[in-house]
Nanobody, 125 residues
Framework: QVQLVESGGGLVQAGGSLRLSCAAS????????MGWFRQAPGKEREFVSG????????YYADSVKGRFTISRDNAKNSVYLQMNSLKPEDTAVYYC??????????????????WGQGTQVTVSS
């Protein structure tokens, strides 16, 4: 069973950048597609980005396409989310998640069986 711990959140001005990291424990990391989701106050948790087991396929929500980049390092059991050109509407708690089905990236919350505790990202205007 994979366990996930996010880090890298914080307060940044609009237009700035942050890099989120998610460290995974467990032997199945390289066999799990990974994803990033976010949840703003009063809103549903939404998909941000996903990456296949090998890292060769990535998938982004339209709202972050061109600004965010997901990557993974299976040797380090880690997945990352580089966030550039941040906007106030990006403010949310960001969650790392491990997929529980096949290796393709997916935007379906139900396809992710393990979640981290979340890291707060706040973008000031």
């Amino acid at each position: 069973q994979v366990q996930l711990v996010e880090s890298g959140g914080g307060l940044v001005q609009a237009g700035g950048s942050l890099r989120l990291s998610c460290a995974a424990s467990g032997r199945t990391f390289s066999r799990s597609p990974m994803g990033w989701f976010r949840q703003a106050p009063g809103k549903e948790r939404e998909f941000v980005s996903g990456i296949s087991c090998s890292g060769g396929i990535t998938y982004y929500a339209d709202s972050v396409k061109g600004r965010f980049t997901i990557s993974r390092d299976n040797a380090k059991n880690s997945v990352y989310l580089q966030m550039n050109s941040l906007k106030p509407e990006d403010t949310a708690v960001y969650y790392c998640a491990a997929g529980s089905r096949d290796c393709g990236p997916t935007n379906n919350r139900a396809d992710y069986g393990v979640w981290g505790q979340g890291t707060q990202v706040t973008v000031s205007s």
